[in-house]
DNA sequence: GGAAAATGCTCAGTGCACTGACTAAATCTT
DNA sequence: AAGATTTAGTCAGTGCACTGAGCATTTTCC
């Protein structure tokens, strides 16, 4: 029985994309702070103020996942984490000011990262990768949203 | 400070793909067998009796994980790892019956599989997709290969 | 032939990500 | 107002993925 070309499988494609990815970002951007992590702080600058289960959509991160997520940077003193007085089930999010000052560094590493990930590619194909991973990505979540 | 459009950042769109993939590979594929294992099963068919570090490249796993993955196979008699008599630092791995009966099963259910993830593009742009992450990707791995 | 270097693997530690089961709080129904 | 349902969060369990340290076995170099 013949083997599969894994090159023509999304799937494996994605998982060594990241994969790629978090080695870069570990080497160019912090060692502290990873790439889902950087995502929380930037959609609670975006968002203060939300709980759990909202910022949960933003990133597209379930909840349990979310809740370690918030737990580091908890400990790390970079978001407080309030149970809300209104509705004694939510938990309400705000970054502190030492995660607002992390978060400022980091986006502009980020920026200088993604022009050196994408360097490969010429201006056109870089909008054209985002574009289609982003489409595939939101009709897959659509089907179990 | 503005936050960043997530919807730029071609890690955070990785992850997206990589998690929307998984979750529709457990309800098309399989739940037993994940996609890394199955990328195992697939390469030992295409190149028998390898070794641990082989292996690793081959996948693109390194060799830690590579030790994880395969012993969850053995574990389910879908692998047999062997000491190498020749060389004692190496495992020779090789499929079981089982292991080669399963993968047969699993490559149509891919196939049909990954026609459903990449379904939302024209034929034209799934070819496109692949090649720009493939491109991506192997730069990327080259930076610190 | 013996010390030094390289190679293959394992192990502990950390982080992401899910499911399924559970607790607690709010809301809806009657 | 009491019971049922929905909602937010936590916890245990599993799997992927890495780093860094360590161990044993080659191989290489004098």
Do not use: C, Y
């Not at 998982?15 to 702080?41: C, D, K, N, Y």
């Not at 289960?53 to 400990?75: G, K, M, P, Q």
Request: no cysteine; net charge neutral; aromatic share 2%.
């Amino acid at each position: 029985m013949a083997a599969v070309d894994l090159n023509t499988h999304p799937g494996h494609l994605a998982r060594r994309l990241q994969q790629a990815h978090s080695l870069l970002w570990g080497a160019m951007v912090s060692e502290e702070i990873t790439s889902p992590q950087f995502a929380v702080l930037n959609a609670l600058v975006e968002k203060p103020d939300i709980d759990q289960r909202t910022l949960s959509e933003h990133v597209h991160l379930d909840r349990s996942t979310i809740a370690d997520v918030v737990a580091r940077l908890v400990r790390r003193d970079l978001v407080e984490r309030v149970r809300d007085p209104h509705d004694g089930r939510r938990n309400v999010l705000k970054l502190s000011d030492e995660g607002a000052r992390l978060h400022r560094k980091l986006v502009t590493r980020t920026t200088r990262m993604n022009r050196v990930f994408l360097a490969p590619l010429d201006e056109g194909e870089q909008e054209t990768l985002l574009r289609l991973i982003g489409r595939v990505a939101d009709a897959a979540e659509e089907l179990r949203g």
